[in-house]
Antibody, heavy 118, light 111 residues
Framework: QVQLVESGGGVVQPGRSLRLSCAAS????????MHWVRQAPGKGLEWVAV????????YYADSVKGRFTISRDNSKNTVYLQMNSLRTEDTAVYYC???????????WGQGTLVTVSS | NFMLTQPHSVSESPGKTVTISCTRS????????VQWYQQRPGSSPTSLIF?????PSGVPDRFSGSIDSSSNSASLTISGLKPEDEADYYC??????????FGGGTKLTVL
């Protein structure tokens, strides 16, 4: 059974940084792409980033490119999202999602809330 | 890049059938697979349909997906509506540069 547990969310001031973590279990982590998808309060889903199974390739939404970095540690079954230069519009629940592929999210974590506010 | 447009909301009575559309703004809907997700209030999304019309194990066959090239859209059809189907539904596809695209979501109300 796939389990994805996000952590690291919280309240942060604009311009500051935050790192999210997602601990995975219940599947062979090192063989699957991993995504981050966010959802602003009361809004729809917005894809943020994806990383390939071995960590060699990554892609980002235009809204976060150059500010966010996705990475993974297959020895720890963990994927990360480093978020720099945070803006108020980055306020959202951030979901870690196991991917069937680089373009198909499949199984979702419970999410962690990031609030960017002064 | 392209957009996926969904109706903001739909409503139908229990036992009836409802269809939610997802229209691709440019390029062909057949160019890349469409997925559908269900998000019940207060919960994380779950996978309903993948690769246009395939159901993950455990998803009832009341849920079906299709694409229509003439309207350049994908559709999610839910038959035999139940109160627990009341949720937000999102379509998703991707472009040629490995960017994932979500539709804006449709709120289904089961009257």
């Amino acid at each position: 059974q796939v389990q994805l547990v996000e952590s690291g969310g919280g309240v942060v001031q604009p311009g500051r940084s935050l790192r999210l973590s997602c601990a995975a279990s219940g599947f062979t982590f090192s063989t699957f792409a991993m995504h981050w998808v966010r959802q602003a309060p009361g809004k729809g889903l917005e894809w943020v980033a994806v990383i390939s199974y071995e960590g060699r390739d990554d892609y980002y939404a235009d809204s976060v490119k150059g500010r966010f970095t996705i990475s993974r540690d297959n020895s720890k079954n963990t994927v990360y999202l480093q978020m720099n230069s945070l803006r108020t519009e980055d306020t959202a629940v951030y979901y870690c999602v196991k991917g069937v592929s680089m373009v198909q999210p499949e199984s979702w974590g419970q999410g962690t809330l990031v609030t960017v506010s002064s | 890049n392209f957009m996926l447009t969904q109706p903001h909301s739909v409503s139908e009575s229990p036992g009836k059938t409802v269809t939610i559309s997802c229209t691709r703004s440019s390029g062909s809907v057949a160019d890349s697979y469409v997925q559908w997700y269900q998000q019940r209030p207060g919960s994380s999304p779950t996978s309903l349909i993948f690769e246009d019309s395939e159901r993950p194990s455990g998803v009832p066959d009341r849920f079906s997906g299709s694409i229509d090239s003439s309207s350049n859209s994908a559709s999610l059809t839910i038959s035999g509506l139940k109160p627990e189907d009341e949720a937000d539904y999102y379509c998703q596809s991707y472009d040629t540069t490995n960017h994932v695209v979500f539709g804006g979501g449709t709120k289904l109300t089961v009257l």
